[in-house]
């Protein structure tokens, strides 16, 4: 039973500290006091010994948080909701929440956006090739014939492949859709008609690898999905053309990248890696046509407070009996991040 009107339920973090500090300010603290009974102070980042975990309904959790397992849930007879101010919840939530039946939510449809918006970045800039033109423009100081060198540079009916349609692949191809891109997807879970919905031409993976400009992966990390950019298929990547991760590192075999790009045919702006962090001595540091970010295109800094946001959203649903918007269901992790 969700609390009646005049029931606060008691709520607990369990997070890493700095998260909560990075996430909750006043103003934030002030709204979620005002539906939950919380002690905004207190953070348990272990919960081995958490006499509070007695009486808590909600878990509000995020990056940090102890897993919850069944030794955990016998310490929590009273939870009945679990509210997640981050994306996967995959590293947390165990099979003991979903048999205790457990409500859960999540906000990885808050932390796309600032993943898709970096992935579009990174597809304009590659297109029109602004890293290497920057860096010899830095190096000659002076101006080349940018057409010479880059002969059909630029965005215009350049080809843009999608491999996975998940939240972040949907929000890539809707923020494309006022450029003039001609935009694949690769995904087993879409039909022709719904890509058709989604403005975009489903084609099998190697058909999408070999007839783009730019490959941008948005594909789960599932046992399916580990080096799905392998040797193979790297090679079958048009000369000069881009490769873009910003989903997970396992997706792509970091040997057979490396080896591809040192030979100057591709490109790759790689914002996660396997292992993470790479290697000191890795090439991919120093090749001129890498550009390697330290997972950075999720939520950080101010988009954090997007994700807080939805959670308190979730929180005040919850709370007035009302269904989560954003609820994680457990036949679903199967195909999900």
């Given at each position: 039973?969700?609390?009646?009107p ?7 973090f ?50 940090g ?35 205790r ?16 918006e970096?992935t579009?970045a ?33 965005n ?33 879970y ?9 403005g975009v ?16 992966l ?37 040997d057979?990248l ?44 101010g ?12 929180i ?22």
């Amino acid at each position: 039973m969700h609390p009646t009107p005049t029931t606060r339920p008691r709520a607990l973090f369990a997070m890493g500290r700095r998260h909560r500090d990075a996430m909750f300010p006043p103003a934030e603290i002030q709204r979620l006091t005002a539906c939950v009974d919380i002690d905004p102070d207190h953070v348990a980042e272990d919960l081995t010994d958490e006499p509070a975990l007695a009486d808590v309904e909600i878990l509000i959790t995020s990056w940090g948080c102890p897993v919850l397992d069944e030794e955990v849930l016998a310490r929590a007879p009273a939870l009945k909701a679990i509210v997640h101010a981050a994306g996967s919840v995959k590293h947390h939530v165990t099979q003991a929440c979903w048999d205790r039946g457990v409500l859960v939510s999540s906000a990885p449809a808050a932390n796309a956006v600032p993943v898709a918006e970096y992935t579009v970045a990174a597809i304009l800039f590659a297109n029109k090739r602004v890293l290497e033109i920057g860096g010899l423009y830095r190096e000659h100081r002076a101006p080349l014939d940018w057409s010479r060198r880059f002969p059909g540079f630029g965005n215009y009916r350049r080809t843009v492949g999608v491999v996975g349609a998940s939240l972040v692949g949907r929000k890539v191809i809707e923020l494309l859709r006022p450029y003039d891109l001609d935009v694949l997807l690769a995904d087993p879970y879409v039909s022709t008609l719904r890509a058709a919905a989604m403005g975009v031409r489903l084609v099998e993976p190697d058909e999408l690898v070999e007839a783009s400009d730019v490959v941008s992966l948005h594909a789960p990390e599932l046992p399916e999905t580990r080096h799905l950019m392998d040797a193979r298929r790297l090679g079958l990547m048009r000369d000069g053309a881009t490769l873009i991760n910003t989903a997970r590192g396992s997706l792509v075999d970091t040997d057979a990248l490396t080896a591809e790009a040192a030979t100057g045919r591709i490109h790759a702006v790689i914002d996660v890696t396997e292992p993470e962090v790479l290697p000191a001595a890795s090439p991919l540091y120093t090749l001129p046509n890498v550009l390697l970010t330290p997972h950075i295109a999720g939520s950080l800094g101010g988009e954090l407070h997007r994700i807080t946001s939805s959670a308190l959203d979730e929180i005040e649903r919850y709370c007035a009996g009302e269904p989560f918007a954003h609820a994680v269901h457990h036949a679903a992790l199967a195909t999900s991040a």
